[in-house]
T-cell receptor, first 113, second 112 residues
């Protein structure tokens, strides 16, 4: 399967712990996006990479959040000192340089207890 | 700031009826509009993408229209089936490479 993959699919953590999610985009897609979706809402943009450069960050991305895309391939999203309000589905998407359509992964569902 | 609204938030129809889902946006300076389907607890599946220069796109039983001047898009699903039950999301993008701005979605239930 050559679609966007995300790991883990589910994560349950206790408040105050750190968590890290991984996204593997479609091969040769140079753009990578992270979104967050809470229950009953549409996804909200968090951050965007073109190759290894992080070009835009939402104000939703507090200083407890950090995202990286070393070497312009896979990306990681880390949340430090998790809070219950961080419970959500974290979605990753990728798109190629010459097209605007974004392809989404299955998401990582985070539950903070 | 772009705002995207989808009304109604939920819709229930008997099997075979046509579905009409609405999406409105406040800033008409969009690059394109994309419709997605989301099954419970799953990621998003792209259904149709309409570029700003187009007025509609069709795929099988699905047809999406775009009216930039009025800030509206409509997704039509003909002859609905129980398998069409899902949440449908619309999203607009301002320029190539930019983020998607999503509506809140319409949760559809097609009753057999």
């Amino acid at each position: 399967d050559t679609g966007v993959s995300q790991n883990p699919r589910h994560k349950i953590t206790k408040r105050g712990q750190n968590v890290t999610f991984r996204c593997d985009p479609i091969s040769e897609h140079n753009r990578l996006y992270w979104y967050r979706q809470t229950l009953g809402q549409g996804p909200e943009f968090l951050t965007y990479f073109q190759n290894e450069a992080q070009l835009e960050k939402s104000r939703l991305l507090s200083d407890r959040f950090s995202a990286e895309r070393p070497k312009g391939s896979f990306s990681t999203l880390e949340i430090q000192r998790t809070e219950q309000g961080d419970s959500a589905m974290y979605l990753c998407a990728s798109s190629p340089q010459d097209r605007v359509e974004q392809y989404f992964g299955p998401g990582t569902r985070l539950t903070v207890t | 700031k772009q705002e995207v609204t989808q009304i109604p938030a939920a819709l229930s129809v008997p099997e075979g009826e046509n579905l009409v889902l609405n999406c409105s946006f406040t800033d008409s300076a969009i690059y394109n509009l994309q419709w997605f389907r989301q099954d419970p607890g799953k990621g998003l599946t792209s259904l149709l993408l309409i570029q700003s220069s187009q007025r509609e796109q069709t795929s099988g039983r699905l047809n999406a229209s775009l009216d930039k001047s009025s800030g509206r898009s409509t997704l039509y699903i003909a002859a609905s089936q129980p398998g069409d039950s899902a949440t449908y999301l619309c999203a607009v993008i301002r320029a190539a490479g930019n983020k998607l701005t999503f509506g809140g979605g319409t949760r559809v239930l097609v009753k057999p």
